[in-house]
């Protein structure tokens, strides 16, 4: 069996053809794992049919359904490239992803029609799109599709379900994930055949996923969280029982209903979560875990989790590492409060100085990461690539220190990245957008703690006169960034402190306004 990532699900198909494989919450449909890649063949010939070739890049914009991961490992099969697509963001920064990736082709789901139109506007020079394909929705209007645009279900029902020859395999591409890069553009980190396996190995290794599980899928596909565990259930045998979006009452509901055993959140999920009035008529018992990444998990919350039974692991891991990198098991939290646990199995972790030399115990320092599902680069970005990857090791941005038992603790990010209800927010991005208004002479932005969402963006800025409004200055970000990238609050100040170099002192600014967040 070569190393393709499609070939995991044909795998899986012949070794457990009747094992429930993935159950559409939305639509009701449920799908064996025979079922599940006859679907995914089917696609596989329709892009082959449609002179997708290997190495071409076919982006995915969608809601969590069947047809993500059908062509999901469809595009694997054939040797082609996934790129995820935030549903979150607007057009202007999906353009700029297609454009910058050489997307050749865009799957979207119906919700999306109305944005599409506007990409499909802009033309080939716009996007690099050259053909479209709809993708219905539950509830949807059946005649909602556009007329530039093919029919999956119709092009899929028309297709064989043999199984195509792989074309891919080992260090191939396997998909592009696009991250806020700290310029404030985009960055894509490319992921091969062989890095997801190993991240697959990996959390298999590490992690508590048995053949037969059930695991609630919460997190969106094009989320390295959701799209390696998912990948890793079919390696482990594991039923994959999928919200099309979060729903934190029905969460509860599902667990019960559904007989799960495993999931994995962000902290804001959970803490919508505990706080659904579901959770108190839920029966709970087969839930073994929920492992919780993104951002550190308030251990308030842990502990109420803990009374009622649920043991939450924590996760540290990055887009760049395919998303393993550290854990903290559910046994290990009483005595490691605060901690992101100890490196993965295949994985090595080191915390280290401006110089590159291993920082004492409890001392700060970076934190990199060493291990086979690290990436391959970023996709034609050879400057930020060099950066990152160096002597085999991936230098996160992370600060952390770890104590003499080898416990991780991350205390900030060197790139000042804010992570909001689980999204990376770059302060690069809001404020180019906010410098662009005529009435602002100088901004930075920094993270405020948030009750709900662990971080959100502050916006403080230095405006040309006095006219100039906190309103004025949101209402201006509105259609331009994504809605979790939206500042929530903005200070006025008569200067940014700035160090000789001119970069921002944030730090300051961060004692300057300490308070929290608005909700």
């Not at 799908?31 to 890049?57: F, M, P």
């Not at 297609?98 to 997307?103: E, K, T």
């Not at 000789?500 to 967040?517: I, M, T, V, W």
């Amino acid at each position: 069996m070569r190393d393709n990532i499609g070939l995991f699900l044909s795998k899986r198909a012949s070794l457990s053809p009747n094992l429930e494989a993935f159950v559409d919450i939305a639509s009701g449909l449920r799908l064996s794992y025979e079922e599940l890649n006859k679907r995914s063949n089917q696609i596989a010939h329709v892009l082959s049919d449609s002179d997708v070739k290997k190495g071409d890049r076919v982006a995915l914009l969608m809601h969590n359904c069947p047809a993500y991961l059908e062509t999901f490992f469809a595009l694997a099969k054939i040797g082609a490239v996934t790129v995820p697509l935030n549903t979150r963001l607007v057009a202007d920064e999906l353009a700029y992803i297609l454009h910058d990736s050489g997307s050749r082709l865009l799957v979207y789901g119906a919700e999306f029609s109305e944005i599409v139109a506007d990409l499909q506007s802009r033309g080939r020079e716009g996007t690099a799109v050259e053909d479209w394909i709809f993708v219905s929705a539950p509830g949807e209007d059946p005649n909602a599709r556009a007329d530039f645009a093919l029919d999956y279900d119709h092009l899929r029902e028309q297709s064989s379900q043999h199984e195509p020859e792989p074309a891919a395999a080992e260090e191939d591409m396997l998909y592009i994930m696009y991250t806020s890069g700290t310029t404030g553009l985009p960055k894509g980190v490319v992921h091969t055949h062989n890095s997801a396996m190993w991240a697959c190995i990996t959390w298999s290794a590490t992690g508590d996923a048995q053949l037969y599980d059930r695991y609630l899928l919460i997190l969106p596909l094009y989320h390295v969280g959701a799209l390696t565990p998912v990948t890793a259930n079919v390696y482990r045998g594991v039923t994959n029982v999928v919200q099309r979006t979060f729903d934190a009452g029905q969460v509860w509901n599902l667990i019960q209903e559904e007989r799960i055993d495993t999931s994995l959140a962000v902290p804001a999920m959970l803490n919508f979560m505990i706080q659904a009035p579901e959770i108190d008529q839920c029966n709970h018992e087969r839930l073994r875990w929920i492992i919780s990444g993104a951002a550190p998990v308030p251990v308030s919350l842990i502990e109420a989790y803990a009374a009622r039974n649920i043991p939450i692991n924590e996760a540290y891991g990055l887009t760049e590492c395919c998303g393993p990198a550290t854990l903290l098991t559910g046994t290990d939290v009483a005595g490691h409060p605060g901690s992101c646990g100890k490196a993965f199995f295949h994985t090595d972790i080191r915390v280290v100085d401006e110089k590159g030399q291993d920082v004492k115990p409890d001392e700060p320092g970076e934190i990199i990461v060493r291990g086979r599902h690290v990436m391959k680069e970023y996709w034609n970005n050879p400057a930020a690539t060099k950066e990152s990857l160096r002597d085999g090791w991936l230098y996160t941005g992370d600060v952390a220190s770890v104590d003499a038992a080898g416990f991780i603790y991350v205390q900030d990010r060197i790139k000042d990245m804010i992570i909001s209800g689980g999204e990376n927010v770059y302060p690069a991005e809001i404020e180019n957008v906010i410098l662009s208004h005529s009435e602002v002479r100088d901004v930075a932005v920094i993270g405020q703690e948030s009750q709900v969402w662990g971080e959100s963006p502050l916006a403080v800025v230095v405006r040309s006169g006095d006219t100039l409004t906190s309103d004025d200055v949101m209402a201006y970000c509105v259609g331009k960034l994504a809605r979790y990238k939206l500042p929530k609050a903005v200070e006025f100040i008569d200067m940014i402190p700035r160090n000789p170099s001119g970069k921002a002192l944030k730090r300051e600014l961060r004692k300057k306004f300490p308070g929290n967040a608005p909700e």
